[in-house]
């Protein structure tokens, strides 16, 4: 097993990623249905699909073959377009979110 996996193993005492996000999902039922149970599905997917995107761009630095690298590498693409999806439908449903990403650029660029 290479460092990296061996390290973020040791690391991992928690239960598995899935696993907490499953139950993040099974919490929201006992929410009232609405614009805040929505972003907070909206939040958990989007948690989901970035953890993705770590995973298969692991799997694409593991692979041994350049067609198993490559679809890694084109799954992770897609994973970051479902991450899009979730922030474009959270921005229209809760504007304060697109507020704050443009805060964040505006932050960045006077920082770099
Ligand atoms: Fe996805």
């Given at each position: 097993m290479d460092?990296?996996?061996k390290q973020i193993l040791k690391e991992e005492k928690r239960k598995?990623?899935?696993q907490e996000l499953f139950v993040q999902a099974?919490?929201?039922e006992a929410q009232p249905k609405g614009k805040?149970?929505?972003l907070q599905i909206l939040r958990i997917g989007m948690i989901a699909e970035l953890d993705a995107v770590n995973l298969y761009d692991r799997l694409a630095q593991l692979a041994s073959s350049p067609q198993v690298t490559?679809?890694?590498?084109d799954v992770a693409?897609?994973?970051k377009v479902h991450a899009g999806e979730f922030e474009t439908l959270m921005e229209?449903?809760?504007p304060t979110y697109e507020e704050a990403e443009k805060e964040g650029e505006k932050e960045v660029d006077e920082l770099l």
């Open positions: 460092p990296i996996t598995s990623f899935i099974g919490e929201i805040e149970r929505d490559k679809l890694m590498k693409q897609e994973e229209r449903i809760d």
